[in-house]
């Protein structure tokens, strides 16, 4: 009994870690975690056989169990073996080669025979047995796999990264002091002390392996365990919380109730209630508890989605090649803390280009060798470096030498325009899935503003070749520039004077339009009205073009001024909405505006404003389609007075939206909705607004519509 009280403890966990490693299997380590599982239950089954041994009933099943339990001690020392040669490989495949297996089998019937062990003998309440001719072959076999294992385990602390030697470091020393404590106890105290005793503590011993596989899974991620439990940390305490919280609420309301008075199918009402609400808040519940489990096994680490959107402005804001290389380094050394960082990209006139700001000394030919060797996985976007050590040993020993984990490659379309070396982690972290989703989405998004880049860099080469041949021609050209400038100044005045010019030739049109519209010259025909009313309107889009052209040709000569006096806001929108009245009407479209009574004055360029109004007012006619709405509000308080002008229709792209007031600038939708737009009027009330004194007013939703207006302090 006290043996089985021994070994019990032991059994229990070694097999409870066995499985909970399995269970950690991805498509990364599925190999080393299933010969970590088969190596922990190996030593699971030799245990048992020790016991069963010497407690066994009966010679014969003692005799069957002490040749079963070198059997299973065979099985610990062989997995041990292949657990060693392929732990530190990502993405291997093949769990045991063939041979290998056959081998196995042949040693394991070898080691059932008589002729390993050929009797036992029972003393001192422990067996001992008599060994064959096989025995010493045996466990010379043995003894050679466990001199493979240690250097397989060399070979790969050499040529590891600092994060594999860790775990390498602490996997050795369990199995170095597992070994060393099986053989005091289990061979040498025996022998010495001539009583096997002593034996029963040699199963204690695999503790120690267990222990420091433990503390390498923990500390050193060998498996990367954390998201696993952090997940299931998470569920527990939902569970808990929730179970403990329905049986609290179920305990006071049975408490509250008189048991006499209230019959058994209300008390089945109460729990189905209380159970589906239970059901209900256990989603929120875990999802809170989800967040603050990952804020603990993640902490410091990057926010996905703000990493990404600062790479996205980064694709936006930098064109040199050098300043989107360092701006990207300094995001993702931020965000993963590698021990260095580089980047290498193929340019088709200065061959592979590096940056980097760690001191990285690499050969010609190793950059080539690198480039090449990566590019040349096609499947894959992330490439782990380990991968490589049978694909290119050469590129995996430059790599390795540097202890680079990952390596990202930049695609732009199929090509390969680019890779960054990341160093590993110094937290001592593996890089896990979501790592590898970020670096993957990123890489794409670099992949094209890199070519973009290069393509920038190629227009600025030749823009240098340039520059030289204009600066041998600059002389020349003074004059002509001179010249050129005194037309430029011709131009303007010209552009100001077509359009005074203009103005007065519609301004007659405008108004015996509107002389025979409102039937000074005899009855109209609703037919005419409306082809009248459409001229009208064209004339009116003109004026208002003509009026843009000509500030805007005063905001290049420098004589565009606000002319202000006092004006009353209300009268001027009605004023306006009401030129469009016969347009809306037309397109079915409800203008709404109640004007306010009570108002103050305002100090501004009556024109210019009306203009303004006008031009919101006209796009969100045009811009909505028929049937639409287009409420108008004007509002004042203590300080400010608001006017908005908003509708239901076509709206602006969201990604759009920063350009819309722009010289000429007109979103895609617009264009299509009215291709005779020019993108003047909204460049031109901005600029009327801000040199008023005032501000902008602007929000749209794309096919839900736009608020356009404008505000301004107001005068005490």
Partial sequence: MRDFLILLPVLIINAVLAFYIFRLRTKENSTPVALYSLMALSITGWEVCVFLSDHAPGDVLKLWFSRLLFVFATGVVFFMYNFSRVFTVKGQNRLISAPSLILLLILSAAIMSPWFISSITFEKGYSDFVTGFLYPLSLGLIFFWVVLSIANFYRHYKAGNPVSRAQIRNVSLGIAITVSWVFLFAVILPAILSDYGPGRFGPVGTLFFLGFMGFAIVK???????????????????????????FAVMSAITASLDASSVSQASYGWVYIVVAVFSAIIFHPLHQFFDRVTLKIFYRNQYDPEKLLGEVGNLIVEKFELRDLLSASEELFRVAFSPEKIMFLVKSDKHGIITHSSDEIKLEKSELEEIYSCVSELKDEVIVRVDK??????RSYKILNKLHVGLVVKFIAGKDVVGLMLFGEKRSGDSYVDRDIFVLDVAGDELGVAIQNALRYQEIEGFNEKLIKEIDQATRALKQSNAKLQALDEAKDEFISMASHQLRTPLTSIKGYLSMVLDG??????KQQSEMLSTAYASAQRMVYLIADLLNVSRLQTGKFVIEKNECFLPEMVEEEIAQLKEAASAKNISFEFKKPADFPKMMLDETKIRQVIMNFADNALYYTPAGGKVKIELHANSKSVELTITDNGIGVP????????????????????????????LFMAKKVVVASGGAIIFRSREGKGSTFGFTFPRLH
């Fill in 220 to 246: 050193h991620h060998m498996f990367d365990v954390r998201g696993t439990v952090a997940r299931g940390t998470a569920y527990a305490l939902s569970l808990l919380v929730l179970i403990g919280g329905y």
């Fill in 520 to 525: 000074d010259v005899g009855k109209v025909s």
């Fill in 388 to 393: 490589l050590e049978g694909t290119s040993s």
């Fill in 654 to 681: 969201k990604d759009e939206q920063h350009k819309l007031f722009s010289k000429f600038y007109r979103a895609g939708n617009a264009q299509k909705a009215r291709p005779d737009g020019t993108g003047l009027g």
